[in-house]
Nanobody, 121 residues
Framework: QVQLVESGGGLVQPGGSLRLSCAAS????????MSWYRQAPAKERELVAT????????NYADSMKGRFTISRDNAQNTVYLQMNSLKPEDTAVYYC??????????????WGQGTQVTVSS
């Protein structure tokens, strides 16, 4: 049974920081690219950041570049999202995603349950 369990969300003031974690089980973690997505109320889910299976490559949405950092620990089956200089518009539910591709096609795609991040004074 595949599980992606996010943690670390909460309420933070503008300009503050949070570190999200996503612990994976039931998959060969080191084979999966991992991503963080977020969904704000009444908005579509959007990609925040992606990290390759080895951790050697990362990509960020433009609005997160320079503020957010994605990383992973394959020994701990965990992916992280360090969020700095948080803004009210970063308020959303943040989701962890695990994706396995083969030959350019998605073979497996899993989601966590999400963790709420609220940026407010």
């Amino acid at each position: 049974q595949v599980q992606l369990v996010e943690s670390g969300g909460g309420l933070v003031q503008p300009g503050g920081s949070l570190r999200l974690s996503c612990a994976a089980s039931g998959i060969t973690f080191s084979r999966y690219a991992m991503s963080w997505y977020r969904q704000a109320p009444a908005k579509e889910r959007e990609l925040v950041a992606t990290i390759s299976n080895t951790g050697g490559s990362t990509n960020y949405a433009d609005s997160m570049k320079g503020r957010f950092t994605i990383s992973r620990d394959n020994a701990q089956n965990t992916v992280y999202l360090q969020m700095n200089s948080l803004k009210p518009e970063d308020t959303a539910v943040y989701y962890c995603n695990a994706r396995l591709k083969s030959g350019g096609s998605v073979v497996n795609n899993y989601w966590g349950q999400g963790t709420q991040v609220t940026v407010s004074s």
